[in-house]
């Protein structure tokens, strides 16, 4: 599917027309360390900005001024990307990093490609890993925090690819913020210092205790200048001397160190590091219609386009659909509906969805979890009481019986949107999977202090191959497989014109779904911009009780939903939105108030 974007063409100052055409400047000598606020945690209104040039968002303003300064210095959209992540690491690294994966969509005028930097099961490794020796599954913080949960890395190879083919500026220059911060260093933050502070197992590192805690153990201090000289040398060096250099040699022999060293060692090898830059890894995004509007997202292993749009689309079927927003929260109805559509959907999700080279979609295309007659069925299911949980549909026939997996925990994730001055815009998810993931720091082999958290994207694997009855469960783990995701980088279009109208997406774990879509229908059903959209309480259903976040919802809506059948959980929910709009206007960017995101452009 093709599209073609309103015009967004940027005149640059001429001083960095200049400086772009010059041989004798680079960004990388105009690269300026900004100053570094303290930025609070918990809930911080945020105002929306606006620009009619260009913009990026993300979860950490150094991150966000990274991908800012690269847009100045003209590069484009991937370019931006590339520089966040790198600082992400760096800043972030609790949520995403180097030591993970991501799944980035970019829409550049000419069409819509999509870059699959999920990690995969290391060679060695089969779906009894997560099995103790008498045949019962390990406890799920016990096989997160091991060296068994460590997935092949596969960010470096996305970044280097989607550079390949996309990038403008020198590739070495986009590291050049994430190595001067790390040498420089960087204030922590309130957040990091508090998900320091909760986290008992990160301290048994000794990677991570040398870097991130003090002798007595206690976790560096808000404000402090924190310096990653180990992070600074990897990234030099795969920034001069390309991808082979964090695939192959001295970081891919400590990854495989960290990793069998462990207590709970794991299987990861330098040969399933090197073996991954060889994979494919552009393919085919997946564009869903949906009332006036083409939602672009990314297929399996990733669930969070699917079950994101069989809810829209169940919705959307219900014989008495209703609007039910008051401006502020919506109606008991309409949340009933939606907790019920979001059961059927991720009923299908449990059961169907998993990496397409090892699992059949139902009926041989994944469209046939989205076709409208499927949907229309699923939606007569919802009735005037909660279901209290939903059986999977049936949108195709398997090749062979397929058991349903259980809700596993998924966190530990972040995500960056970019539109630059040539219309290309950027949805790029990234995540570690847990929060700090595996709990295992790399210096690789640099011998300094500091380095990079390594993922454990493995547990994103049912850590059962089959249920109750036996019948074996899609997403298993398998050598070289990838892990079923819930990250939902989403473009939405205009479908008569083409025109991009929004580039989003969320951390969450399997809340992401909910998140963006939360978002899209703020904007694009109740008419809020984006960071009216991105601030409406966050409310979710996994095919069981309906979690809502706490202090946002009136006794008298709760009631209403616990007569109708629903349990209720009222919690914190530290969604992690952002947004990009393209209005009359320009740009207009959102940030999620519950985290330290920002958004800046021209």
Request: glycine share 10%; charged share 20%; with cysteine.
């Amino acid at each position: 599917m093709m599209h073609r974007y309103r015009s967004l063409f940027f005149v640059l100052p001429l001083i960095f027309i200049l400086s772009c055409e010059s041989d004798q400047t680079s960004f990388s000598m105009e690269y300026r360390i900004p100053e570094q606020p303290e930025i609070a945690s918990g809930f911080t209104p945020k105002p929306g900005w606006e620009f009619s040039d260009f913009a990026v968002a993300a979860a950490h303003p150094l991150a966000v001024d990274a991908g800012y300064q690269i847009l100045r210095a003209g590069g484009s959209a991937v370019d931006a990307a590339i520089a966040v992540q790198l600082v992400l690491t760096l800043t972030e690294p609790q949520s995403s990093g180097i030591g993970g994966g991501a799944f980035m969509l970019i829409s550049n005028g000419e069409g819509i490609v999509a870059y699959n930097g999920r990690e995969t099961a290391p060679s060695g490794a089969d779906e009894n890993l997560f099995l103790k020796p008498d045949g019962e599954v390990m406890p799920f913080a016990e096989a997160v925090r091991s060296g068994k949960s460590v997935g092949v890395p596969g960010t470096v190879a996305l970044l280097k690819a989607a550079h390949d083919s996309h990038g403008v500026l020198p590739w070495h220059e986009l590291f050049t913020p994430a190595i001067s911060l790390a040498e420089e260093g960087f204030r922590v933050t309130p957040r990091l210092h508090t998900l320091l502070a909760a986290d008992e197992t990160l301290r048994l590192d000794p990677v991570a205790s040398s870097y991130f805690y003090t002798e007595i153990g206690d976790p560096v201090a808000i404000g402090d200048l924190l310096k990653n000289p180990a992070l600074a040398a990897i990234l030099r060096d795969i920034a001069e001397s390309g991808i082979s250099s964090f695939y192959t040699g001295a970081v891919a022999r400590d990854i495989e160190e960290r990793v069998k060293s462990h207590e709970r060692p794991g299987l990861l090898t330098v040969t399933d590091l090197a073996s991954y830059p060889e994979m494919e890894l552009q393919t085919e995004p997946i564009c869903t219609q949906w009332r006036t509007y083409d939602i672009c997202g990314f297929p399996p292993p990733s669930s969070g386009h699917i079950t994101m749009m069989q809810i829209l689309g169940i919705m959307d079927h219900l014989e008495t659909p209703v609007t039910g927003f008051d401006g502020s929260l919506p109606s008991a109805e309409w949340l009933h509906h939606y907790l019920e559509a979001s059961k059927l959907a991720f009923a299908d999700r449990n059961l169907y969805i998993a990496d397409p080279e090892f699992v059949e979609a139902p009926g041989g295309n994944w469209n046939r979890m989205l076709n409208s007659e499927y949907l229309r069925l699923r939606s007569a299911l919802i009735g005037e009481m909660s279901m209290g949980s939903a059986e999977p549909g049936d949108p195709g026939e398997l090749s062979s019986d397929a058991g349903s997996q259980p809700l596993q925990q998924e966190s530990g994730t972040s995500h960056i949107s970019v539109v630059d001055s040539n219309g290309m815009a950027v949805a790029m998810t990234t995540t570690i999977e847990s929060g700090f993931g595996s709990r295992i720091m790399s210096d690789g082999g640099t011998g300094l202090k500091g380095g990079f958290v390594l993922n454990n994207e493995l547990t994103d694997f049912s850590l059962s191959p089959a249920d109750e009855q036996g019948n074996p469960i899609a997403n298993r783990l398998e050598p070289g497989k990838r892990p079923r995701s819930s990250m939902t980088p989403t473009l939405v279009f205009d479908r008569e014109t083409g025109e991009l109208l929004a580039n989003l997406g969320s951390p969450g774990g399997a809340a992401i779904i909910h998140y963006t879509a939360k978002t899209v229908i703020g904007m694009f059903e109740w008419g809020l911009d984006a960071q009216r959209a991105i601030d409406l309480p966050n409310f979710a259903n996994f095919n069981g009780p309906s979690v809502l976040e706490e202090g946002f919802f009136p006794d008298e809506l709760l009631d209403v939903l616990r007569t109708w059948g629903h349990e209720l959980v009222l919690r914190e929910a530290a969604s992690g939105i952002h947004a990009i709009q393209i209005t009359e206007a320009g740009l207009f960017g959102g940030a999620d108030p519950r985290r330290e995101g920002t958004v800046m452009g021209e």
